[in-house]
């Protein structure tokens, strides 16, 4: 798929998709986090010899295996539109743009209303420049 390149405008439109599925992200991150610790739990009283149905083992498995699955799903929605998922805690999102001629990545964090930064590809999150709007 062919690198998109988005306007202020244009990137502004998807911010509430984009927080629709980190807010989707988050809950299955909360999901496979309690689903791991319990599978863990039923390794461990197995390991030490307590007697545990196989097949609890094998149905928290899969159910992680799905939800990794879902996970991966709501992350290619996020590709899909061309933005860049950076991160989930908190939500990191950059949108490839051009500005005077360079390449720079529009940067949005969960809890800003619009995107208001850039920085350079190779500055990342730590080189953010406020727009001169």
Sequence with gaps: ?????????QANRLLPLIEQEINELKRIQQEFDEKWQTYHQVK???TNQVKTDSDTL???EAQLEFIEMEA??????IQQTGAQ???IEPGLVDFPSFMERSEVLLCWREGEDE???????KEGYA???P???
């Design 127 to 129: 080189g953010r420049r």
């Design 58 to 60: 094998f149905k928290l």
């Design 44 to 46: 461990e009283e197995t």
């Design 115 to 121: 995107i208001a930064f850039y920085h350079h590809p």
């Design 131 to 133: 727009l001169d709007l």
């Design 1 to 9: 798929m062919p690198k998109k390149y988005f306007t202020i405008e």
């Design 85 to 87: 998922l950076k991160g």
């Design 72 to 77: 991966q799903l709501h992350v290619q929605n």
